[in-house]
């Protein structure tokens, strides 16, 4: 009976609603910018009504099309050729419980570090100490960014010769003393304070008490790693070392990282390398070898460009569970 009424009064008109008269304003909410007493806001903040940006699906996550800010691409510091990329979760990159699980599987099984940036925490002295020694001797101010993409993870003579090359006219006898200007300042300053964190002695640790054998292979000179090793507690389970005297072509060629797998008796495929640069990376993997990268607090878009499993920092908790 209640639904035969309700029909009859909608068929009789008393069950509509009022229209609503589109000639008179509508009133704005007070947290709108078009609401009048925020209009002088409006005006300071340069407030514009826009459209709603336009978001596509790209390789690597959403992408913002700039288009859709034509007033503020000033302020969007992110938009970049049109278009900023949004990361998302990227289903090729493997995960380091992935990369380990797997490597866990194997019947013999090994690891590499990488010394400088990697095991040891000194890639803020290693710049610092490159950058007096080349605006002294060199004239030349090198800057951050320089050190980052042309420079970092090479061993430190190809380091030295790039810029003496470059800089410096190419003397071999120049290059050699720098070096060694370079050995005595990262000893006295590694010397101050150990670059090896607590949570990368803790993962050597563990890894001892598991029975995994480790090596490091690294373009530092074998002075400086045995004097940074000498001074702390994992001197004493690593003991295996393909220093920059080791090898004649150092990273990206897979040189090194072969020696270091013959040295701890076990195949290519057996060893998991921590690395955190790209020559590095690309040297492990060139070798056969899983690898995981070491990013720190601020990945290098270089390094997450590699696409390998990442973690911010050497810890045991990456081998739990």
């Known amino acids: 009976m209640d639904v035969l009424r309700a029909h009859e009064r909608h068929e009789e008109g008393q069950g509509r609603q009022p229209s609503r008269d589109r ?25 514009r ?19 859709s800010f034509p007033h503020r691409r000033r302020h969007l510091g992110a938009l970049r050729n049109g278009g900023a990329v949004m990361p998302t979760t990227d289903p090729s990159r493997p995960s380091v419980k992935d990369i380990v699980n797997d490597w866990s599987r194997r019947t013999h099984r090994a690891v ?16 610092s100490s490159f950058t007096d020694l080349f605006r002294k001797y060199l004239g030349w101010q090198m800057t951050p960014e320089e050190y980052s993409e042309r420079l970092l993870g090479h061993s430190d003579r190809e380091i030295v010769e790039t810029a003496v090359r470059t800089h410096g006219g190419g003397d ?33 640790a563990h890894l001892a008490r598991l029975e995994v054998p480790m090596a490091i292979v690294t373009g530092a000179q074998r002075d400086d790693v045995l004097g940074v090793l000498n001074s702390c507690s994992t ?22 990282f072969l020696k270091g797998a013959a040295l701890l008796g076990v195949e290519p495929q057996d060893v998991l390398v921590f690395e955190d640069s790209v020559p590095g990376i690309q040297g492990a993997l060139a070798a056969g070898m899983r690898c995981i990268a070491v990013t720190g ?18 810890s045991a908790d990456l081998f739990d569970g």
């Open 23 to 47: 000639t008179s304003p509508r009133r704005q909410r007070w947290y709108c910018f078009r609401h009048r007493p925020l209009r002088p806001a409006r005006g300071r903040l340069d407030y």
């Open 49 to 67: 009504h826009l459209p709603r940006p336009q978001l596509t699906l790209g390789h690597g996550g959403l992408i913002l099309d700039a288009n």
């Open 112 to 127: 590499i570090f990488d010394f400088n940036g990697t095991l040891s925490d000194d890639e803020s002295i290693l710049l």
């Open 172 to 204: 071999s006898v120049l290059v050699d003393q720098l070096l060694a200007r370079h050995g005595d300042r990262y000893k006295k300053l590694t010397a101050e304070r150990s670059p090896i964190t607590d949570s990368a002695a803790e993962l050597v």
């Open 235 to 256: 001197g004493e389970y690593i003991d295996l070392f393909v220093t920059e005297e080791d090898v004649e072509h150092g990273k990206p060629n897979p040189e090194g």
């Open 297 to 314: 607090e601020n990945p290098r878009p270089q390094v997450l460009a590699r696409g390998v499993a990442t973690t911010r920092r050497l």
